[in-house]
């Protein structure tokens, strides 16, 4: 696909933060400063994305949310995708992920334009923003079946390390889509991303660069185990 100077997808779900946040990083600078990131690196993965689809090679697609954007981290490419692309060289990444996001969004909007990519490899990480939030945590489970339906043999899911009913919910579908779909498990059930001492960003919620490590060594370790 040629570059047409146009974004191929937009990184932003169009949502604004939710009103307790934005009232609440007002007051204090650690949840200020990771706020203050949205906007520029969702700039960042829309920019990296036309370039990266002008280029050949093999291509890499992330669905997900603020974590594969890399919020709460030093730079964009220090969020969990962009450490997980630096093992794969010669490997093109295109990131659709944006902030926000929630299951609905990736298969409303992220996975149509994945499908229309035709990527060799496609990585998915998505359901905090269900699941954090009680009022998202209605319906959950029938979304999460929807997306692993959704989500082609192959595809590499992340899981959640959550140990509450709605988390364990989403787990059994992962873990049945795996038995039974081909799909391709990263074992966030992982002591390294169960613990989060010394990994948390300022606004003690998103990852650092420390805590995207951790989830891009999973990913990549699902990576070899499979093969690829």
């Known amino acids: 696909m040629a570059d047409t100077g146009e974004p191929v997808f937009s990184n932003r779900t169009g949502r604004p933060p939710g009103r307790i946040i934005t009232a609440v990083s007002r007051f204090v600078p650690g949840i200020r400063r990771v706020q203050q990131q949205i906007e520029p690196y969702a700039a960042h993965w829309e920019e990296r994305n036309r ?47 944006q902030y926000g996001a929630r299951v609905d969004d990736v298969l409303d909007a992220q996975l149509p334009v994945a499908e ?3 990527p060799e490899l496609l990585l998915c990480l998505v359901g905090s923003n269900d699941l954090m939030q009680p009022r998202h945590q209605d319906g959950v489970g029938h979304r999460y079946a929807a997306l692993v339906d959704r989500l082609p043999p192959g595809a590499f899911i992340g899981n959640q390390p959550g140990t509450f009913a709605a988390a364990l919910q989403v787990n059994g579908l992962i873990d049945d889509a795996v ?17 989060w ?4 960003a300022s606004d003690r919620f998103h990852p650092n660069d420390r805590g995207y490590a951790a989830i891009a060594e999973v990913f990549s370790e699902a990576l070899r185990r499979a093969g690829r």
């Open 51 to 97: 370039t990266e689809l002008s280029r050949t090679g093999p291509l890499c697609v992330v669905l997900g949310d603020s974590m594969a954007q890399g919020i709460g981290a030093s730079h964009p490419e220090r969020g969990w995708a962009g450490q997980l692309i630096g093992r794969l060289p010669g490997w093109r990444l295109v990131n659709l992920s």
């Open 116 to 118: 229309g990519l035709h």
């Open 179 to 195: 038995r039974h779909r081909g799909l391709v498990l990263a074992e966030l059930r992982d002591p390294r991303t169960r613990h």
């Open 197 to 200: 001492r010394g990994k948390l």
